[in-house]
């Protein structure tokens, strides 16, 4: 216990620290600038024991109820300055608890950071970040973030690990459900919204959070969509589709980075000083810290690019890592290899700096407890507006596949309904893998919601099948369920255990034998609705060609059962749209909407000198950009204000879209552009511009769009960025291949 006399001195030369950084700061000084003097200040006092173990992640240990989830040897290294930051220590009383050890009993009373996997919400969930995406609605996504940031920071959190912005073209990747699916340009502007929300427009505040950028980079295109598999891209691809998500993470100013477990180049991301000093550093001027993923320094080892964990840890440091997450290389090694000259005390320094500063940015040294005041965590967690705020995202996010004769949505005035799937009244599922605090007790389920919605219609419910068994013993139930209903409705698809991390499948069809139900129960001829749930696309081909209405309900969160049920009875029309491609096989995987056109192109004929399958369409199950509506929607009248334009200029054009149906609703309108000549190879298409726009029945709206010659850049044989000049098309449309209108104009010098 350090004495109160060592202590008091301590905190009056930090004291005396800030009030001579501060008033020298002058008024025109930026605040980091006050900052980086303060920090300065700080490291000229540390040991070196005291800078590494400011470089040093843990986690909590075992008991999740005990006062302060740490054991008393962590505490103590705590105090002895060997911990700096912690993951998975939650709660404003514990929290305040180990930040007092930091701040009361070490020597230099350094502030902590706790982090959070908080990818989708912290207590109340909000649908997985690829259901998200699907809403197309970026205020409705940064605000779900700012919601998830609110309610952790109110829980004695304050660095999340989100947003994970890695591109995926593979649906057997597991992880595809925490992106925002296969477009870099989309990617990119959903990356932004989110540390939007989670940092707020200033880090000092009470409620708002680090956020985190990862996985840095490229790890959305494992080879064979094997989970921690390597990455073999081109640097074409890794600078066309998996490096612009994170700079606009940076321009949206996140403060941290996280390196992937995979590699570039053949250079593990951890050791990449491409990646973490070239790129963020040199390229980028990124100036917040980098923290490996769990345990990639000794990683290295399996990886055969070190020898030992002290050999890990010199390649880290150098080439460009702050923070290790749980390997402990950096605080067992880095002292001896200063002693040995391996690694100077300046390579040390840099990385503290740049902790240091983010900690000052949170504000922690002028209020260390500002993130654990239980007050807050009282009336700022699991409100009704949070919950109301999930279940309208959770709304906006469902895609509606199928709708044949419109036979959604459902009328309220049905007697029986039957509610059969394992999904139907699992309120785990509903939660999905980064479940963070969220609890089951606190979920709606499907069944629960449908049952709100219309108290006086029976819903008779059987689960009739689990996920992944080979027990056929519920099925009679479920078919006897079924017998006695007007309308049966199919909860089925993945558990939360399906996607999510180190849960890659090389089948993408739905598990188990759900589908052995699903055809008995077909046979009963009754008008069937199912509603998938699904981390990732899967092959539902069967169900799309028997099955007249699909809804993508994702992993929906914790007001899932009520939005699923409030677009089952019209109470909300569908709005979404798919931000990644359902192959129709796991054949064609990768498949994305902006393939290249190839020399032979599949023009439909019947030639087979083209680039097809023998046995199967190129044509993906459903595509990108692609939803549904109760309604439907016109679009006319493209006017393209100028056909020449020059480099500086800008593209202006309008169009004219009307909802010419019976209820109101929401498009996504989607512009797509085609470089038709150009000295390298490119898409057939690239999303360039999306508006969501609601019409009432009959409503016309005038949409007008612009777009600049640098938003037509392309990368040229020498990787350069540039922008030629040209003819392009102009495709807009309802999705990726339901292209409504077509226009043409010219790129000139
Ligand atoms: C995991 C994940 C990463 C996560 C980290 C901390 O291995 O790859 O996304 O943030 O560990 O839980």
Known sequence: MIKKSRFLIWSITLVVIYMVTSCNTSENKTITDSYERKVDSLLSLMTLTEKIGQLNLVGRDGNRNSATQIGPKKANDIRKGLVGNLIGVVGAAPNREVQRIAVEESRLGIPLLFARDVIHGYKTLTPIPLAEAASWDLEAIEKSARIAAIEASASGINWTYAPMVDISRDPRWGRVMEGAGEDPYYGSLVAAARVRGFQ???????????????????????????????????????????????????????????TSFTEVNAVPATVSKFLLTDILREQWNFDGFVVTDWSTITQLMEHGVAADSSSAAVASIKAGVDMDMGSQAFVRNLENLVKEKKVSEKDIDIAVRRILLAKYRLGLFEDPYKYTNPEREKTEVLTPQNREAAREMAQKSMVLLKNENQLLPLSKSLKTVAVIGPVADDPRTHMGRWKAEGERKDV????????????????????????DTKDRSGFLEAISVAKQAEVVVLAIGESQKHSGE???????????????????????????????????????????????????????GTEGGNAIADILFGDYNPSGKLPITFPYSVGQIPIF??????????????????????????????????????????????KIKKSKVTMSDTITFSMSITNAG??????????????????????????????????????????????TANDLKLLNEQLQWITEPGEFQLLIGSSSSDIRLEGKFELIE
């Open 444 to 467: 709606i389920t499907l069944l629960h919601g449908l049952k709100k919605k219309l108290p006086n219609t029976k819903f008779l419910y059987a689960k009739g099948v689990d996920y």
């Open 593 to 638: 909407y902006s393939y290249k056109n190839t020399g032979r192109p599949d023009d439909g004929s019947d030639t087979k000198w083209a680039s097809k399958y023998y046995d199967i369409p190129n044509e993906p199950l459903y595509p990108f950009g692609y939803g549904l509506s109760y309604t439907n929607f016109k679009y006319s009248d493209l």
């Open 200 to 258: 707020g427009d200033d880090l000092s505040k009470e409620n708002t959070i680090l956020a985190c950028a990862k996985h840095f980079a490229g790890y959305g295109s494992p080879m064979a969509g094997r989970e921690y598999s390597i990455i073999d891209v081109s640097m074409r691809e890794l600078y066309e589709v998996h490096l612009p998500p994170f700079e606009a993470a940076l321009n949206a100013s996140v403060g941290t980075y996280m």
């Open 662 to 707: 019976k209820v109101p609703g929401e498009e996504v309108i989607q512009v797509y552009t085609r470089d038709l000549l150009a000295s390298v190879t490119r898409p057939v298409k690239e999303l360039k511009r999306f508006k969501k726009v609601l019409l009432k029945p009959g409503e016309t709206k005038t949409i007008s769009f612009s777009i």
């Open 502 to 556: 180190a849960s890659s499948r090389a089948s993408i069809d739905i598990p188990g034998i759900q589908m052995e139900l699903v055809k008995k129960l077909h046979t009963l001829g009754k008008p069937m609705v199912v509603v998938l749930y699904n981390g990732r696309p899967l092959t539902i081909n069967w169900i799309n060609d028997h099955i007249p209405a699909i809804l993508e309900a994702w992993i929906p």
